[in-house]
C-alpha cells in the first residue's frame, strides 16, 4: 500500500519483543517479536490455535505475558515477577497506555443496558473525564462516520450484529486511540453482516489509522494491509508485504494455509 513506504520511516506505535505466553503445558506464544509504525496496517493471519489472539490480548495486558516486552508509543509496559506469577506492575500506568488502545473483539461486548450512544460515550466520559458536551458531539460523530447515528437512542438487542459492531468500533474510536487492535471482528457474522464491518475498517485505514488485526479473511488481508504476518504454533513463520506473503509465498506451511483458506 502507499502508507507502507511512509510509515516505515516513523516512530513504532507498537513493539513487541520475545514475547512469550503459556497456559499450563500449552506454549501458546514462543517469542514472538514485530512492531507496527505510525499509519501502518498489520494483519495476523493464521490458524485456529496459532497464537494471533492471544497476541492481540497481550498488547493491552488482557493476557500478562511470561516473559518479553511491549512498548506502547515509546513507552514499555512494567511488568514483575515471573512465570506463573507474572503481573503488570503499574495499575495507573495500565490503565493510561489502555486509553490509547481501541479494541475490537469477536463479540461485540456491549453494555446492554446502555443505548448505542451512551455505550460510545462511556470510556471518554468515564475513563478520560472529558467533558460530556465534547463527548457528546464526538460520539454522535463516530456513529454517523460507522454508518449507523440512526440508531443513536437504540438498545444493542435492537441491532443487528452487524450494526453492534460498527457500534463496538465507533466506541473505540471515541476514545482517539493511537492504535486500534481488531480481534476476528467479523468471525460472529454472517456474510451480508460481515461486509459492512470490513467497509467501515477499510475507511479507517485508508485514513492512515494505526491498526493491528486478527483476520480470516484472506482477500480483505490482503486489500487493507500494509504488512501481513503469518503465526504457525506460537512463531512467526513468514511476514512481509501482501504482494509478498500472498504472492511470492516462501513458507511451505504457508502455502499449504492459502490454499485451504482459498478452498473454504
Known sequence: MAQAAAAAEKWPVVAIRDLHKSFGNLDVLKG?????????VVSLIGSSGSGKSTLLRCINMLEVPDGGTVTIDG?????????????????????????????????????????????????????????RGEVHEEALAMLDKVGISEKANSYPAQLSGGQQQRAAIARALCINPRVMLFDEPTSALDPELEVEVLRVIKVLADEGRTMILVTHDMEFARSVSDRIIFLHQGLIEEEGTPDEVFGATKSTRLKQFLNAAHHQ
Open 32 to 40: 514472538i517479536s514485530f512492531s507496527a509504525r505510525e499509519g501502518e
Open 75 to 131: 513507552e514499555e509496559i512494567e511488568l514483575r515477577g515471573t512465570k506463573p506469577r507474572r503481573q503488570i506492575a503499574d495499575e495507573n500506568q495500565i490503565r493510561r497506555i489502555r486509553s490509547e488502545l481501541g479494541m475490537v473483539f469477536q463479540s461485540f461486548n456491549l453494555w446492554a443496558h446502555l443505548t448505542i450512544l451512551e455505550n460510545v460515550m462511556e470510556a471518554p466520559l468515564v475513563v478520560q473525564r472529558r467533558p
